[in-house]
C-alpha cells in the first residue's frame, strides 16, 4: 500500500447509574417503549436539569485510570442540532471545558507496545431511538434512553490499523468493566464507537481528508468497516480523485460504508454555555477519594500473573481480559496449587464450551473450587487426563464436582500393575505381526501398542505406568 491509516476512534459508553445523568427516571434496558420518561428527559417546557452527582464520579474515575489530568472545574455546553430522537432539540453535552483531558491506553498489536493517546472524556446525555417501521412510510421514537449519561471517549489520531483500533477498543472495554463504571455490553447499545478514518502518502506527516463512519457496536464490524475505508479511500485517490469529508454509515451486512451526510464542524452545532448547570466544581480530596477506590488495573494485574504464577505473557494476557475472570483464576490457581494447569484447562476446554454457548465466567456452571478438585485429582493419579476431558465435560452439563461423576460412573484410574500387565499381555498376543515388526526396529509401532493398551483399558489405565510395562514386555 502506498498509504498510510490515520484512525481515531469515538467511543461512547453508556454509565452504570441507576438513574439518567439529569433526572430520576432509570436506566433499565429492554422496557416497554417511553414507560422510563419525564418532563425532563422528553423536554418538556419549564423544567431544568439536576446532575447526577454518581455520573460525575464515574467520569472522574475513567479519567484516573487512563493517566487522564483531571479539571477542577467543567461545564456543560448545548449541542444544538434537529432530530426527532432528540426532543429538546438540543443536546447536553461538554465542549471546550471536559471533565478530563490528555490520557493514553497501552496496547499490544502483534507484540509491540503502542500508546494511544486519549484526547478527552466528557459527559453527555444520550438520545432517544428512532424506530423504522417495515415498508419504510414511518417512524416511532422511544425515549426511553433520552437522558441516559455517556462518555464520549476522544483519542488522538494514533492509530494505524484496524486491528490496532480493534485493540483499543477491547482494551477500553476492559478497563471500564474493572473500574465497574459500564458494562460496556456493545448488544445493548451501551459501548459503540464513531470511526474517524483518513489517509496519506507513506511517510507524510499532513494529515489527509477524513470520513466518519457513525455508531458502529461490535469490534468485528469496526475491523469490517476500517478495511473497507482504506480500500476506498486507497482507490480514490489513486485514480487521482479526492476524499469528501463526510458522514458514512456501516451495512453490515454486505461490510461496506455508505454515505449519510456532508459532515459537520463544531460551528454547525452553534455550542454555546448551557445556562441551566452550574459548572462541575471538583476539589482535589474527591479526586484523591475516587483514585483509593480504582482496583489493580489489567496492566498491572497482567503483570503480577507473569511473575507471580510463571504464566506466559499470553496466558496472562488472555485471563486478566475481565475482572471477572481474573479472579476465577486466581480462586483456581490457589485452590489447585497449579497455576499452569488451572491456566491451560481455562483458556483451553472451558473456553471453548463457554464460547460455544456465548456465556461469561460468571455464568459457569464449574466454579472454581470444582475445576481445583478435578486437577488435584489428576495430580493425585485418581484419573487420566484424557478421562479428565470426559469428567470436564460432564461437569459442566450436570454441574456435579469431579469426585462424583468419577465415582458415578467408574472412571477411577487403574494403576494395579498386574491388572495393566494383564491387558498389555492380551494387546501383544492379539497383534504378533506389530510385535514383531517393532522387535526388528520399528519404533514408531510403540505408540501403536500404548493406544491399544489404552483403549482396551477404556482410557482408565496409568498412561505413565502402561509407558513403562509396555517398554518391558514389547523387548522380552
Not at 482507490?235 to 458522514?247: A, P
Not at 498386574?418 to 510403540?446: R, S, T, W
Request: contains cysteine.
Amino acid at each position: 500500500m502506498n498509504y498510510e491509516a490515520v484512525i481515531g476512534l469515538e467511543v461512547h459508553a453508556q454509565l452504570q447509574t441507576n438513574t439518567k445523568i439529569f433526572c430520576s427516571c432509570e436506566t433499565a434496558f429492554g422496557e416497554e417503549a417511553n414507560t422510563r420518561t419525564c418532563p425532563v428527559c422528553i423536554g418538556m417546557p419549564g423544567v431544568l436539569p439536576v446532575l447526577n452527582r454518581k455520573a460525575v464520579e464515574y467520569i472522574i474515575k475513567t479519567g484516573l485510570a487512563t493517566d487522564c489530568t483531571i479539571n477542577r472545574s467543567s461545564r456543560f455546553a448545548r449541542k444544538n442540532y434537529f432530530y426527532p430522537d432528540l426532543p429538546k432539540g438540543y443536546q447536553i453535552s461538554q465542549y471546550e471545558l471536559p471533565v478530563c483531558e490528555h490520557g493514553k491506553v497501552e496496547i499490544v498489536v502483534d507484540g509491540q507496545v503502542r500508546t494511544i493517546g486519549i484526547t478527552r472524556i466528557h459527559l453527555e446525555e444520550d438520545a432517544g431511538k428512532n424506530l423504522h417501521q417495515s415498508g419504510g412510510n414511518s417512524s416511532l421514537v422511544d425515549l426511553n434512553r433520552a437522558g441516559t449519561p455517556l462518555m464520549e471517549i476522544v483519542s488522538e489520531p494514533d492509530l494505524r490499523t484496524p486491528e490496532e483500533a480493534t485493540e483499543y477498543l477491547k482494551k477500553l472495554r476492559s478497563i471500564l468493566r474493572y473500574i465497574e463504571v459500564s458494562d460496556a455490553d456493545m448488544e445493548k447499545g451501551n459501548f459503540r464507537c464513531d470511526i474517524n478514518i483518513s489517509l496519506r502518502p507513506a511517510g507524510s506527516t499532513t494529515f489527509g481528508t477524513r470520513a466518519e463512519v457513525k455508531n458502529v457496536n461490535s469490534f468485528k464490524f469496526v475491523q469490517k468497516a476500517l478495511e473497507y475505508e482504506i480500500k476506498r479511500q486507497a482507490q480514490i485517490l489513486d485514480e487521482g480523485g479526492k476524499v469528501v469529508q463526510e458522514t458514512r454509515l456501516f451495512d453490515s451486512s454486505k461490510n461496506v460504508t455508505f454515505s449519510m451526510r456532508s459532515k459537520e464542524e463544531a460551528h454547525d452545532y452553534r455550542y454555546f454555555p448551557e445556562p441551566d448547570l452550574v459548572p462541575i466544581v471538583t476539589s482535589q480530596e474527591t479526586i484523591d477519594g475516587i483514585k483509593a477506590t480504582i482496583p489493580e488495573l489489567p496492566d498491572a494485574k497482567r503483570s503480577r500473573f507473569v511473575r507471580t504464577y510463571g504464566l506466559p505473557e499470553y496466558d496472562a494476557y488472555m485471563l486478566t481480559q475481565t475482572k471477572a475472570l481474573a479472579a476465577y483464576y486466581e480462586e483456581a490457581a490457589g485452590l489447585s496449587g497449579q497455576p499452569k494447569v488451572v491456566s491451560n484447562w481455562m483458556m483451553g476446554e472451558l473456553m471453548r464450551l463457554m464460547n460455544a454457548e456465548n456465556r461469561e465466567i460468571e455464568e459457569s456452571p464449574i466454579r472454581p473450587d470444582k475445576l481445583a478438585g478435578m486437577i488435584k485429582m489428576i495430580g493425585e493419579g485418581t484419573i487420566s487426563t484424557k478421562i479428565a476431558k470426559t469428567v470436564f465435560e460432564e461437569m459442566y452439563k450436570s454441574g456435579k464436582d469431579a469426585a462424583t461423576i468419577v465415582k458415578e460412573q467408574g472412571l477411577t484410574q487403574v494403576s494395579d500393575t498386574g491388572a495393566i500387565e494383564k491387558i498389555i499381555a492380551e494387546v501383544i498376543a492379539a497383534n504378533p505381526a506389530q510385535h514383531a515388526d517393532y522387535k526388528a526396529g520399528k519404533e514408531k509401532l510403540f505408540g501403536f501398542f500404548v493406544g491399544q493398551v489404552m483403549k482396551a483399558s477404556k482410557g482408565k489405565a496409568n498412561p505413565d505406568l502402561v509407558n513403562d510395562l509396555l517398554k518391558k514386555k514389547l523387548n522380552e
